[in-house]
């Protein structure tokens, strides 16, 4: 059992919603928090307490009404031995947070590692507070609003295939660029806040599994993966004539790396290249060093490791290179970023500030939104930050966001939906017909996998966005054939 050692501080809370109450009070605080927790379940009696005490803390000081807090890696890499673990981690976080004015609370956690086809260990958590005059969830099953919820806990775990309230998906394997099919997908709530309807997406994409394949070029084929999930996921709620589309925020793990290839060259210029080769080719690396014969940067397949590695990275030349999101920008927006990378953290306590050395430091963990967000939030009002700057977190510092909802709102910018649209189907344009991606991502090279992966054709359709949008012409398609108002695209996997 698991305690933490500093009780929930309610004078806080209590001092900060009084000063909260004096501003206006027909707006909606949210506090959306994104926390891959892989690392907290691994080693639970060290990291377990020090992370719920700082989420904790934090949440106390935003003082929100609506809190969302996305997990990933739910009961870490050894998760068949680690789930008890997560049952622990909720129980504690209830007990706390039940000493506030939160009053709903929304549990997600998908459990069942037995199950391969539907496996993603993510966790969705809400907790609404009493002050909320209208609190609706989306059901998925009947296209429409429950009820207005009742007070209490609603804990759904294990095996969640079934339940309702929650979309949930896992990528599809040929999606996967190692040809193995890891716990990686999507899971969306549709929640309805004072009568203003928004969707909460929590996703994990998939990560670099190379160092030396990421500098190869940028985009590498661990981005153009990263890239062809996300747009098939956004456009998956667009296509969702059933439950209509919302303006959505998706948070979570999107494991946005850094242009390794351009901070490679940034930190060698002056430089000399000295490869490594061992019999073992993963064990193979480039040492670059300096006139004097000294290694300044050592890159391998889980190294990459600078002499100055605990503040080069801490400097914002860095941000330069974060460019995942560009070609994006069109259908996802997001906030300034004034934070330091949020990955690969020390997940040693005694080493909080630390970054290890084996992947170039990014900014994995992200908050996202469409952009017709800007019609139902206050623009002006927010916070964009990490949570346990000067503590251990894990190997992922969580990141949060607050904004202030308006009630009564939707999205009735017709324009910018169907500039968004417009964006997304050339996006899928680009991402699902280009077969020279396909066959790149399938015969991304594996150790695991004996000889060299043999490559196949099959065809499938994708169907437009909308057929009431004037879209890109389809003539552009490669090898595509119409069939009932979609395309056909030929796909190659292995």
């Known amino acids: 059992m698991f305690r933490l050692k500093v009780p929930f501080d309610t004078q806080v809370w209590e001092t900060s919603e009084k000063m909260e109450s004096k501003g206006d009070q027909s707006d909606t605080k949210l506090l959306l928090v994104t926390a891959n927790v892989g690392s907290l379940f691994e080693d639970p009696q060290r990291l377990l307490t020090i992370w719920l005490e700082e989420f904790i803390s934090n949440a106390t000081r935003v003082n929100p009404k609506f809190l969302a807090l996305h997990l990933q890696e739910v009961g870490g890499k050894t998760y068949e031995n ?5 049952q622990e981690f909720i129980r504690c976080l209830c007990e706390e947070m039940a000493k506030t004015d939160f009053v709903h609370v929304h549990i997600y956690m998908d459990e069942d590692f037995k199950s391969a086809e539907h496996f993603t260990a993510l966790g969705n958590i809400y907790f609404g507070h009493k002050d909320i005059c209208l609190l609706r969830i989306w059901n998925f099953l009947t296209h429409d609003w429950d009820e207005k919820l009742d007070k209490g806990n609603r804990i759904y775990s294990g095996n969640i295939e079934n339940v309702p309230t929650k979309e949930k ?3 599809p394997q040929h999606f996967f660029p190692e040809c193995k099919w890891s716990r990686k997908g999507f899971m969306r709530t549709r929640w309805e806040i004072n009568g203003t309807a928004v969707d909460l997406v929590n996703i994990h ?5 190379s160092n030396l394949d990421a500098c190869k070029d940028f985009p590498s084929v661990y981005c153009k993966t990263r890239r062809r999930a996300l747009v098939h996921t956004i456009e998956r709620f667009h296509l969702d004539e059933k439950n209509g589309s919302v303006p959505f925020f998706i948070f979570g793990d999107f494991n946005f790396r850094c242009d390794t290839a351009g901070v490679v060259k940034e930190l060698t210029a002056n430089l000399t290249a000295h490869r490594v080769q061992s019999v073992k080719n993963e064990n193979t690396k480039i040492n670059y060093r300096n006139s004097d014969g000294n290694n300044i940067l050592t890159v391998g397949k889980k190294e990459f490791c600078h002499a100055d590695h605990q503040l080069k990275f801490k400097e914002f030349w ?10 994006l920008r069109d259908i996802l927006v997001e906030y300034p970023i004034s934070f330091i990378p ?5 997940e ?7 970054y290890m050395s084996t992947r170039c430091p990014s900014w994995c963990d992200r908050i996202l939104m469409a952009p017709q967000i800007k019609d139902i939030i206050k623009s002006d009002e927010w916070k964009y930050d990490m949570i346990g700057q000067t503590v251990c977190m894990g190997d992922h510092k969580p990141i949060y966001l607050t904004v202030h909802l308006k009630p009564n709102k939707e999205s009735a910018n017709k324009t910018r939906l ?8 050339t996006l899928m344009n680009e991402t699902l017909v280009n077969e ?8 991304v090279a594996d150790g695991s996998i004996p000889g060299k992966p043999i490559s196949n054709s099959h065809y499938v359709i994708v169907k437009a966005i909308s057929s009431n949008l004037n879209v890109p012409n389809e003539d552009t398609c490669v090898g595509k054939l119409e069939t009932d108002g979609g395309v056909l695209l030929k796909e190659t996997t292995v």
Do not use: C, I, R
């Open 169 to 171: 998906a896992k990528f």
């Open 436 to 443: 020279s991606l396909w066959m790149t991502q399938s015969n």
């Open 342 to 346: 949020s990955y690969p953290f020390e």
């Open 348 to 354: 040693d306590p005694e080493m909080p500030t630390d």
């Open 418 to 425: 169907v500039e968004t649209l417009y964006s997304l189907k």
């Open 82 to 86: 680690s789930m008890g673990n997560v």
């Open 205 to 209: 994409l998939f990560h670099d599994a």
């Open 318 to 327: 860095l941000k330069d290179y974060d460019k995942e999101l560009e070609p």
